[in-house]
């Protein structure tokens, strides 16, 4: 079935940029994304990639996609304390299928 | 207006009581979910409608119950309440379309208490 991993916890400071990863293990994917959730508030869609895209720029966003490992990375320039929050990949098999997410940490 | 809405948004209640969440979505989608989010954070999909018609049931005790009235609509009712049912539940929406990203929109969540 399908797998989503995630290491639990980033900290980094404030200026610095961030990189979450992620495996999965369905590759029928059409769409990635990655979902923010903020404390105490349901997922919000940050952004998200097509499966026959290796990398995406959004802003201070950059979400790579290498297939044929699976892994999917955001990477996020210049992190603000507003970028704490639980970091979610999702690839779109039909279903949403989430793991268990990325703290991300940002102190001053 | 509030795009997906549930609750109550807290609900604390003793072992073996029936609880219901109710959620409502005002974007005329036609896929609707829930999720258990447990205290590690970790979002597990249980259920999903499509128009009314239940398209994924997970591994989940049958002591839970999604209804759909309508589309606009994905009620959970839970029997017998244990102590693991405690997580905050997630109800979301989407609507496919052809040749794009299917963007789930979620409810602020109702966090479960059972004592």
């Known amino acids: 079935g399908e797998d989503v991993e995630q290491s639990l916890f980033l900290s980094v400071r404030e200026g610095d940029s961030s990189v979450i990863n992620c495996t999965y293990t369905?590759?029928?994917?059409?769409?990635l994304y990655w979902y923010k959730q903020e404390p105490g508030a349901g997922l919000q869609l940050l952004t998200y990639?097509?499966?026959?895209?290796d990398m995406k720029q959004d802003q201070r966003l950059t979400v790579l996609l290498n297939k044929k490992d699976k892994h999917l990375s955001l990477r996020i320039a210049d992190t603000q304390t507003g970028d704490s929050a639980i970091y979610f990949c999702a690839p779109d098999t039909g279903k949403l299928i989430f793991g268990q997410g990325t703290t991300l940490q940002v102190k001053p | 207006d509030t795009a997906v809405s549930q609750t109550p948004k807290y609900l604390v209640t003793q072992m073996g009581n029936d609880k219901s969440i109710k959620c409502e979505q005002n974007?005329?989608?036609?896929?609707m979910y829930w999720y258990k989010q447990d205290s590690k954070k970790f979002l597990k999909i249980m259920f999903s409608y499509n128009n009314k018609e239940l398209i994924i049931n997970e591994t989940v005790p049958n002591r839970f119950s999604p209804k759909s009235p309508d589309k606009a609509h994905l009620n959970l009712h839970i029997n017998s309440l244990e102590l693991g049912d405690s997580a905050v539940y997630f109800c979301a929406s989407s609507q496919e379309r052809t040749g794009t990203n299917t963007e789930a929109f979620f409810g602020q969540g109702t966090r479960l208490t059972v004592v």
């Open positions: 990639i097509f499966s026959n895209m």
């Open positions: 369905d590759s029928s994917s059409t769409y």
């Open positions: 974007l005329g989608h036609d896929t």
